[in-house]
Nanobody, 122 residues
Framework: QVQLVESGGGLVQAGGSLRLSCAAS????????MGWFRQAPGKEREFVAT????????YYADSVKGRFAISGDNAKNTVYLQMNSLKLEDTAVYYC???????????????WGKGTLVTVSS
């Protein structure tokens, strides 16, 4: 059972930056891809970004492309999400997730973290 622990959420003004971290308790086939989803109040959970932890290939939702950057530390089983130029609509609980294959669907994730709240204020 892989455990994912997120950190780095908080309150930030619009236009500001935050960096999220997610550490996996172990390296398994399920951690080949690690990434982030988010869920705003009253909305469905949506894909944000994912990375192939060994290869370094990255994939982004159109809504965050050019503003967010996902990176990983293969040796530490850790993934990061650098969020820049934050907007009010980025406010959400951000969840770390992992799975064996490339997917942008929450249904395909093998494991989830508990989430960390990001609030962007005006």
């Amino acid at each position: 059972q892989v455990q994912l622990v997120e950190s780095g959420g908080g309150l930030v003004q619009a236009g500001g930056s935050l960096r999220l971290s997610c550490a996996a308790s172990e390296r398994t086939r399920s951690t080949f891809y690690m990434g982030w989803f988010r869920q705003a109040p009253g909305k469905e959970r949506e894909f944000v970004a994912t990375i192939a932890l060994s290869a370094g290939s990255t994939y982004y939702a159109d809504s965050v492309k050019g503003r967010f950057a996902i990176s990983g530390d293969n040796a530490k089983n850790t993934v990061y999400l650098q969020m820049n130029s934050l907007k009010l609509e980025d406010t959400a609980v951000y969840y770390c997730a992992c799975n064996a294959g490339l997917s942008r669907s929450a249904k395909h994730m093998d494991y989830w973290g508990k989430g960390t709240l990001v609030t962007v204020s005006s």
